[in-house]
């Protein structure tokens, strides 16, 4: 029976091989000596943290770091324990196994990232548990084996608390098979420079963006779909690079992404006509 490894991956993973300059990460804190240390003793991983400070970013630097190849699935609520172990798909007149993203990163000794964890359905989820315990197996009930992790692999994880409900979360189960590193925004002084750096922007630019930004995650309002993330900052930084004005580019990177309703958003156009307003 042959196999295809690797062609979901395609369609549910992307996959990152090591090489090439580290992919830029500013640490905060011990959050990368406690990865390594984990990752060195086969611990599996909980990144939790808002949406856009840079769980994703971390990851990739870490993987770069420890010489592994990095598997990342986006998880959302169609998302089968087939789409991440496998399925047989027909090839012309055969039918053959192919490994889904997390089976290919067993097999192959590579870090597994699944993004925004909690929006896959528990069903799914529950596949994790012996990848994620002392075991660091994968059963694969379909073809009848239990895959052990080759040497090199890695499980990683992350969410967002700020969207947990009753009915999105990680079961307890799950949480107590791994080792949790908790990130926030950075402080004033590393934002503006990661803003600099990633947006090409002047360090007076990019000090602006990040104190509107810090206004935003300030205000108390059911109107706002996420606060301002560093993503967000960059993303007009890099709009501003290309010669937008300041207000425009906070008009489309952060306000417009940050919320649907009409009064929130003209109340989000006056902060920036405040903080952002262009010298006289």
């Given at each position: 029976m042959?196999?295809?490894?690797?062609?979901?991956?395609?369609?549910?993973?992307?996959?990152?091989?090591?090489?090439?300059?580290?992919?830029y990460y500013q640490a905060l804190g011990n959050e990368e000596a406690v990865f390594k240390a984990a990752y060195r003793q086969g611990l599996s991983l909980l990144l939790k943290g808002p949406t856009g400070c840079g769980k994703t970013r971390f990851v990739e630097a870490m993987a770069h770091d420890l010489g592994r190849p990095l598997i990342t699935?986006?998880?959302?609520?169609?998302?089968?324990?087939?789409?991440l172990v496998g399925r047989?798909?027909?090839?012309?007149?055969?039918?053959?196994?192919?490994?889904?993203?997390?089976?290919?990163a067993v097999r192959e000794g590579a870090i597994c990232y699944l993004d925004e964890v909690v929006e896959a359905r528990q069903d799914t989820t529950v596949v994790l548990h012996p990848l994620a315990d002392h075991r660091r197996q994968l059963p694969i009930e379909r073809l009848g084996v239990t895959l052990d992790a080759a040497p090199g692999f890695g499980l990683v994880v992350s969410y967002n608390p700020g969207y947990q409900s009753v009915l999105k979360d990680l079961k307890d189960s799950t949480r107590q098979r791994m080792v949790a590193i908790d990130f926030g925004f950075p402080a004033t002084e590393v934002e503006e420079v990661i803003v600099t750096r990633e947006a090409s922007v002047t360090r007076s630019v990019a000090a602006e963006l990040v104190r509107f930004g810090q206004a935003v995650r300030r205000l108390e309002t059911g109107g706002l779909r996420e606060v301002a993330s560093t993503r967000v900052l960059i993303a007009a930084g890099r709009l501003v690079a290309e010669g937008l004005p300041m207000r425009d580019a906070a008009l489309a990177a952060i306000a417009g992404p940050l919320t649907d309703d009409a009064v929130v958003s003209r109340g989000?156009?006056?902060?920036?006509?405040?903080?952002l307003a262009a010298p006289a």
């Open positions: 042959p196999q295809l490894p690797g062609e979901l991956e395609h369609r549910n993973g992307a996959t990152c091989i090591p090489g090439g300059e580290r992919p699935v986006a998880c959302h609520d169609d998302l089968t324990t087939a789409d047989y798909l027909l090839r012309g007149d055969e039918t053959v196994w192919v490994d889904g993203p997390l089976s290919h989000l156009a006056e902060m920036i006509d405040i903080y």
